[in-house]
């Protein structure tokens, strides 16, 4: 999303999550996808569980909403967001840029 003179046209966000570990290993795995699934509509995997998403307000809303209706923070998930100014978008320094492995097994929890 970029305006008429190529700036960006809304907020770049750094979205990180973990989901914990429960003794129900199936309701996590599926937390996982879930999660999963929501993020990569919005955004970009950039990491297992990293990912840049460049929305505005009403975006970041419906993203939340959908999120916090797939983590059981009482069980220790947690989803943060870190919102970048967009001078700040242009000093991202990426070193040994890798693909992203998108097999579910292969989460850091």
Do not use: A, H, W
């Not at 290993?25 to 998403?53: A, H, I, N």
């Amino acid at each position: 999303m970029r305006d008429e003179f190529g700036r960006f046209d809304g907020m770049f966000i750094i979205t990180t999550f973990d989901i914990m570990e429960s003794p129900d290993t199936s309701s996590m795995q599926k937390r996982l996808r879930k999660l999963t699934k929501v993020l990569k509509g919005f955004g970009k995997r950039v990491q297992k569980s990293v990912f840049e998403c460049y929305l505005d307000n009403p975006q970041i809303e419906i993203m939340r909403d959908r999120i916090s209706k797939i983590i059981e923070t009482d069980l220790g998930d947690n989803v943060r967001f870190y919102k970048l100014c967009n001078s700040c978008y242009e000093k991202i320094e990426v070193l040994g840029e890798r693909g992203v492995s998108e097999e579910d097994e292969l989460y850091i929890l």
